[in-house]
Each structure stands twice: as C-alpha cells, then as structure tokens.
C-alpha cells in the first residue's frame, strides 16, 4: 500500500488526500468540532490515518464514528475490520468489549482475534467456550465462531491448537469447506507436504468439479514446493474456467520457474489475448520468446511494452539486443539512440553500449 507523508508541501499534501479528508485534517488540527460526514468518508478518513501511522487521530475519527453512527452496524462492522487488518490489537479489543453486549457474532470473533494476538491464550479459550455456549442453537454462529478461533490460532503460530479447534468443528457441525482450508494453512506453515497431500484429497473427494478447490490446492501445493502437482491443479482449475486472470498468471510463473519456457510462453499468449495490454505478462512474453530464440516476437512484445512505458532504459538494451540477434545492426544502433533521447541513461548503459557497437559495426 502506498505510503503516506503528512508532512510533504502543501501541493504534494493536496494530490495526496480527498478534500474531505483534508477537511477534515484541518479542522482536527485547528481544534474545530468536524461536521457532516458519510460513513464510507469517515472509514477512509480512519484507514488513511492508520496509513500514516496516526493513530491518535485514527482514534480521534473512530470515536468520532462511533458516537454519530452509535446504530450503524456496517460502520462498526468495517472499523473492526480495518483495525484487524493493520493489527491495531489493544484499539480492536477496546472496541469489542464497548460492544459486548451486541448479539453480533463477528463482533466475538474480531474479540477472539485480539485476544489471542495480545498473549491472553487463556483468556481466549476461556471466552472461546462461553461463545460455543451462546451460540449453541445457531450453526452457521457457531461455525463462524470456530473459524475465527481457527483462524487466529494459526495468525499466532498455535497450529496443532488450531487443527484441533478445526477438527472439533469438523466432529460437530455440518460439512463446512473454510474448515479444511484453515487446516490446510496451519499444514502449509509448517511445510508439512504429508498432510497437504492427506487433505487435499479429502478435498477433491468432497467436489473433484469444484474450480475453486482446484485453484486453491494449486496455490497450497506451490507454497509447499509440489511444483507438478502444482501445475496439474492451476492446470485443472483453468478447465473448469476458475478467474483466467489469476490461475495463467500462476501458470506463467510455475512453467518459467520450471524452466518449461515454451508452456509458460502458451499460457502468456493465451493471457494477452483475453487481457491485451498488460505491462508485467507483455514484458514477460517477450522475455519468454527470448528463452525460445523468437526474437521476432519477442522485439514485438518489447515494443508493446515500450509504448506502454516509454522512460525505461533497459527496454531499450532488451530492443537492441533482439535486433542484433536478427541481424539488424542499425536498428539495434537507432534503438539505443531513441532510447537515449526518451530517458535519461543515467547509468549510461545506452551510451556505452552504442559505443561498443559503433566500434563493432562502424558501416552500419
């Protein structure tokens, strides 16, 4: 995430920020009483502090909320949220306990979550109890009960806590798929390929059609360095028509990390014909094509790329070399030049480079 300076000039200050953030900045700063503000205003006004690191006056703005939203769910909802996010545990146990008495079970959860990130083990499992007490005659409140504790458990490194958590939920309620993947989690941080390859059975046992699924072993078995298995689940999850985007970026990457250029160089071609323009896959085909010795397709990415962002020096080395490998000397000559003229060679690789080949083929 981008990193904010409150302290830049003033103009740097207004490019950065909304105006009512601003607004609002000023009047705080002036001491002013702030006026109006929408909740989605007053949640960015919040994250943008935390941003910053102020928290003093993310405090400021959260009782500010709190106070003029008191009945609004959703803005306590994602304030809860954006403090569990930025690990602002002391603030997110504070609000929970001024919410105690809220029948919400997500409200539990976040109060779980900052508990266990606090070092009260004991105080959490002890509130842990109470919550499958008060929610023993709902389910789906009960089972978002387990995953939180799950969940939090793993955060803190507590993993077999965590499985044996999970697999009491598992035991007790209805089959409920974010279960497994909360063990799978704890089994992928502790690098333990056995129980990943156990579980992820239990999984395709479960929906062997389930895309997700696919997409989401793909992703675990990569962490764990089961690189084949990898590829045959990203492979699987692109079948079944999971988000293209996300699963042949993933394929891109496995078959150039297993050095299967020509596969990974498909799966870029099959990614810019659905998403023409991408700048990180164009770059990549063209240095697939490299990989490949298709220098024609190659300086035809870097071109793209080029024109995409045309203040890159390298570029303009990658451009030249491709031309040389084709034999076309000026070319590669006049690219350095161009590339000259449109940055600012601060290293001046390009100058010595069109130095070298001006030595190497004066005639041309």
Not at 230 to 239: K, M, R, V
Not at 309 to 318: A, D, G, K, N, V
Request: hydrophobic content about 40%.
């Amino acid at each position: 995430m981008q990193d904010f300076d409150f302290y830049n000039s003033e103009d740097d200050f207004s490019d950065n920020y909304p105006d009512f953030f601003l607004e609002w900045d000023e009047t705080v700063n002036t001491g002013k009483k702030p006026g109006f503000y929408e909740p989605e205003e007053l949640i960015e006004i919040i994250e943008l502090y935390i941003l910053n690191n102020d928290i003093n006056k993310a405090k400021q703005a959260i009782n500010y909320a709190l106070q003029i939203y008191s009945d609004n769910e959703e803005i306590i909802y994602e304030i809860l949220l954006l403090l569990n996010d930025f690990e602002q545990w002391n603030d997110l146990l504070s609000i929970c306990d001024q919410y105690k008495n809220n029948s919400d079970v997500w409200i539990d959860g976040h109060r779980l979550t900052a508990l266990l990130h606090l070092g009260m083990e004991d105080e959490a499992f002890l509130f842990f109890r109470k919550l499958l007490t008060k929610h023993a005659d709902n389910k789906d409140d009960l089972s978002i009960c387990y995953q939180a504790m799950g969940e939090a458990l793993g955060e803190v490194d507590l993993f077999d806590s965590s499985n044996d958590v999970i697999q009491e939920a598992i035991d007790t309620l209805k089959l409920d798929l974010n279960f497994y993947w909360i063990q799978m989690q704890n089994f992928v941080a502790l690098n333990d390929k056995e129980k990943v390859l156990e579980l992820s059975d239990v999984l395709l046992k479960i929906d062997p059609l389930d895309p997700e699924i696919w997409y989401r072993l793909g992703i675990s078995f990569l962490e764990v360095g089961e690189i084949e298995k990898a590829i045959d689940a990203f492979e699987n999850a692109q079948s079944l028509e999971y988000d293209p985007e996300l699963v042949l970026k993933y394929l891109i990457f496995i078959y150039e990390k297993n050095k299967n250029f020509s596969k990974a160089l498909e799966k870029a071609n099959e990614f810019l014909d659905l998403f023409p323009g991408n700048y990180v896959i164009t770059m990549y085909a063209a240095k697939l094509n490299s990989h490949v010795k298709n220098w024609k397709n190659a300086l035809k990415h870097i071109e793209e790329v080029i024109k995409i962002t045309p203040f890159i020096e390298s570029l303009y080395l990658y451009k030249s070399t491709f031309l040389l490998r084709m034999e076309e000397y000026k070319k590669a000559k006049l690219t350095l030049i161009e590339g000259m003229k449109n940055t600012k060679d601060s290293k001046g690789y390009l100058s010595k480079k069109l130095s070298k080949l001006n030595k190497k083929y004066p005639d041309c």
